[in-house]
T-cell receptor, first 115, second 112 residues
């Protein structure tokens, strides 16, 4: 199985600021995803992080609000920009690739509280 | 658009009971189904993955079944323990794509 780390594990931020979340995998993976889990809800896909090109965003999520980088096959960042209290969620990085079979694995998540 | 439903939303059982969690999905054209466990405020732990060609998958006290034609899966937990208390999530790949579509989960409490 893959070992996935996320930084920070949690943060409390002020309205209007931005936070960048990092996801590091211990092996090369084909696909990396970013999900959001709002309080009491299930996971919703934000975007697929594509290496060397722009991320693919799901309906309702835009690049200006959630810019994503993926410089290589083991690392990605998600930035939550111009935050509001509605952005308070757990943000999770998920990975999938041939090296890992078909199982998808997830990082421990980043708990974000926006005041 | 794939939709995943999990029943019940919450379940409380005494220690030692066997229990079944249910998952249904609307688009049966899936190539696998995955069950996860999530502890409060934490990330997801993969429990079992069933390929579309399989009927069952077992890991320890956990047994997951898949009936692709009817769009259903169950997760059976034998001899439940307080340490099993968590939210259990069912997920399938979205059609034509690999990101997962999740159910809302079943919150399980096992009482000692």
């Amino acid at each position: 199985s893959a070992v996935i780390s996320q930084k920070p594990s949690r943060d409390i931020c002020q309205r209007g600021t931005s936070l960048t979340i990092q996801c590091q995998v211990d092996s090369q993976v084909t696909m990396m995803f970013w999900y959001r889990q709002q309080p009491g809800q299930s996971l919703t896909l934000i975007a697929t992080a594509n290496q060397g090109s722009e991320a693919t965003y799901e309906s309702g999520f835009v690049i200006d609000k959630f810019p994503i980088s993926r410089p290589n096959l083991t690392f990605s960042t998600l930035t939550v920009s111009n935050m509001s209290p509605e952005d308070s969620s757990i943000y999770l990085c998920g990975v999938h690739g041939q090296v890992l079979g078909e199982t998808q694995y997830f990082g421990p998540g980043t708990r974000l509280l926006v005041l | 658009k794939q939709e995943v439903t999990q029943i019940p939303a919450a379940l409380s059982v005494p220690e030692g009971e066997n229990l079944v969690l249910n998952c249904s999905f609307t688009d049966s054209a899936i190539y696998n189904l995955q069950w996860f466990r999530q502890d409060p405020g934490k990330g997801l732990t993969s429990l079992l993955l069933i390929q579309s060609s399989q009927r069952e998958q077992t890991s320890g006290r956990l047994n997951a079944s898949l009936d692709k034609s009817s769009g259903r899966s169950t997760l059976y937990i034998a001899a439940s323990q307080p340490g099993d208390s968590a939210t259990y999530l069912c997920a399938v790949p979205s059609p034509g794509n690999t990101p997962l579509v999740f159910g809302k989960g079943t919150r399980l409490s096992v009482i000692a």
